[in-house]
C-alpha cells in the first residue's frame, strides 16, 4: 500500500511539473486548466509570430497533387483538422462539424477563411484518394486537403498537440480537435471532442477575420 | 558483486554480433560534427509486450532491427548542435519549439558554465530540440516501441532472479539529484545500453501516441487498455509520456538518438 501511495505521489508530481511550462494555446489535457480564451488577448505580437506553425518546414501535396509549405496558408483564418479518409466513426462527424462551421459563415467572411484537412495516412491518403474524398463530401475550393511523409505528419502532430496512434492496419486512434488558426498561423483555439461547436467556432472566426 | 563463469559466458552470447556497422557510422559522424560522440549499438530484431494495447492489437509487437545512441546525448554533445545551429539557442528558440525553460541549466547561450553537468545527460530541452539534434546528426528519436523494446533488456550484472520493474521502482523512489550524474553511471544492459532506466527520463518520436485516457476526445474511445496493469513501472513511464508536450522542457528528461539500418 505504502508503495502504491508513493507512486502515486510520484506521478501527480510528474504532471505538475510538465504543466508548469505549458504553452500559449488550449490543450486538450485535463490535468491543465485551458488558457485559450485568455491567451490570444494577452499575448504579445511577437509571441504570436513565434508560435506560428508555419514555421515548419517541409513540403506537402495537396489533393490537386500541387506542391505546397505550410506558409503557402498565411493570410487566411484558417479551421484544420487531421483525419484519415479510411476512418468510419470519429473522422466523418470532424469533417461534417467543419463544414456546419463553413455553411455558418457569413457571405463577406466566405473568402478570408480556408478549411484544412490533413491525413495521418501517408500511405493510402494519397492526393488522388484526398481528391476522390473531396468529391465525395462535397468540399469546395475553400479545402485544402494535404498529404505529407510520417515525418512531418508527426511534427505537425505536436505543434497542433493532436495525440495519434497508428493501431496497425491503416487504422489510426487520435484525439478529435479542429483548430483556429489566426491568419499568421497562430493556434487560437481547439475544439475538443465529438460536439459541433458551430458557434464558437464562429465568433472566434468573426474576431480573427476582423483582427 | 562476482559473476559465476557460466554467466558472463551468456552474457557475452548476448551482446549484439556487431560493431563493425556501428563504429564505421560513429567515425563518419565525428567527422561531420566534431566532437560529438555517436557510438551506435545494433538492436537486432524481436519481440516485446508492449504495456499498452488497443483492443485489435496483437500481444507482442515486432521491432525491426535498428541503431540506439550507446547513452543518452549529454551537455556537452548537445552544446555542439547549439553551436553549428544557432536558432536552438536558448534566447533563440521560438516559443513554438520549447517552452521558456529551455536549457536552464547552461550559463550562457553558448555556455554550460558548471563543469560538472558536462557529461551529463542534456535535459530541459523540448521535443522539437531533441527531434531536430538528431535530424542534424543524420538521426531520428526512437519510437516507443523501440524504445520500450530496448529497455527491456536486463543489467549485464544483474542477479539472475531480480526483477527490472523492482529496480527502476527503485531509481522512482529517489528524487532527481540537483546535479544529474554523467552518463554511463548506472547500469549497462544486455545490449550494450547505458541508463535505459535509472538516470532520466527519455523523449521518444512518437510519445504523443500514448491515449490512456479514455473520453470522448479520441477516436475509437474505449478501445485502449494496459497489457499488464501491475506493471507501475512501465505505467509512470506511460503516463509520463501522456503529460507532456512537445514543447515542455523538464529537467529529468532527455533523450538519445536511433537510426535506421540501411
Not at chain 1, 490537386?64 to 479518409?85: W, Y
Request: charged content about 20%; hydrophobic content about 40%.
Amino acid at each position: 500500500m505504502k508503495k502504491i501511495l508513493t507512486i502515486g505521489a510520484i506521478t501527480i508530481g510528474m504532471i505538475a511539473s510538465s504543466c508548469h511550462g505549458k504553452q500559449l494555446v488550449t490543450n486538450h489535457i485535463s490535468c491543465c486548466p485551458p488558457t485559450g480564451t485568455t491567451a490570444p488577448i494577452t499575448i504579445a505580437t511577437t509571441l504570436q509570430a513565434q508560435s506560428s506553425i508555419y514555421q515548419l518546414t517541409g513540403k506537402w501535396t495537396d489533393e490537386h497533387n500541387q506542391s505546397l509549405e505550410l506558409r503557402d496558408l498565411k493570410g487566411k483564418v484558417r479551421v484544420i483538422a487531421m483525419i484519415f479518409t479510411h476512418c468510419t466513426y470519429a473522422c466523418p462527424r470532424l469533417v461534417q462539424d467543419m463544414k456546419a462551421i463553413a455553411d455558418s459563415l457569413p457571405a463577406a467572411e466566405k473568402n478570408k477563411v480556408g478549411f484544412v484537412l490533413v491525413s495521418f495516412d501517408a500511405q493510402r491518403d494519397d492526393p488522388a484518394q484526398l481528391a476522390r474524398f473531396a468529391s465525395q463530401q462535397g468540399l469546395d475550393d475553400h479545402w485544402t486537403l494535404l498529404h505529407g511523409d510520417p515525418r512531418q505528419i508527426r511534427e505537425l502532430s505536436m505543434v497542433l498537440n493532436v495525440k495519434y496512434q497508428d493501431a496497425g492496419d491503416n487504422t489510426y486512434t487520435h484525439s478529435n480537435a479542429i483548430l483556429i488558426l489566426d491568419k499568421q498561423g497562430s493556434v487560437i483555439r481547439s475544439l475538443e471532442g465529438l460536439e459541433a461547436q458551430t458557434s464558437v467556432a464562429d465568433n472566434e472566426i468573426n474576431r480573427l477575420v476582423n483582427r | 558483486m562476482k559473476l559465476p563463469a557460466t554467466s558472463v559466458f551468456i552474457l557475452l552470447f548476448l551482446l549484439p554480433p556487431v560493431r563493425p556497422q556501428a563504429q564505421l557510422e560513429a567515425a563518419r559522424s565525428v567527422r561531420a560534427h566534431g566532437q560529438v560522440n555517436t557510438e551506435m549499438i545494433r538492436i537486432p530484431a524481436g519481440k516485446f509486450q508492449p504495456f499498452l494495447l488497443a483492443a485489435d492489437q496483437k500481444h507482442e509487437r515486432h521491432v525491426a532491427a535498428f541503431l540506439l545512441g550507446q547513452h543518452a546525448v549529454t551537455n556537452a554533445e548537445f552544446l555542439q548542435f547549439v553551436k553549428a545551429n544557432p536558432q536552438w539557442r536558448r534566447s533563440s528558440v521560438p516559443r513554438l519549439f520549447a517552452d521558456n525553460n529551455y536549457l536552464s541549466q547552461w550559463a550562457g547561450d553558448e555556455n554550460i558554465g558548471n563543469a560538472a553537468i558536462r557529461r551529463s545527460p542534456v535535459t530541459n530541452i523540448s521535443w522539437f530540440a531533441a527531434n531536430a539534434y538528431c535530424k542534424w546528426l543524420g538521426k531520428r528519436l526512437p519510437s516507443l516501441d523501440e524504445w520500450e523494446y530496448a529497455a527491456a533488456a536486463r543489467p549485464e550484472n544483474a542477479d539472475p532472479g531480480a526483477d527490472l520493474s523492482r529496480i527502476i521502482l527503485g531509481w522512482y523512489d529517489h528524487p532527481t539529484p540537483a546535479i544529474l550524474p554523467a552518463v554511463e553511471s548506472t547500469y549497462r544492459n544486455t545490449l550494450g545500453l547505458w541508463d535505459m532506466h535509472g538516470l532520466v527520463w527519455e523523449w521518444v518520436d512518437d510519445f504523443n501516441s500514448v491515449m490512456l485516457q479514455g473520453g470522448n476526445f479520441y477516436c475509437a474511445a474505449g478501445s485502449a487498455g494496459t497489457a499488464n496493469k501491475a506493471d507501475y513501472a512501465a505505467y509512470m513511464r506511460y503516463a509520463f509520456r501522456e503529460s507532456l508536450q512537445a514543447t515542455y522542457t523538464v529537467g529529468s528528461l532527455g533523450f538519445r538518438c536511433a537510426q535506421d539500418i540501411k
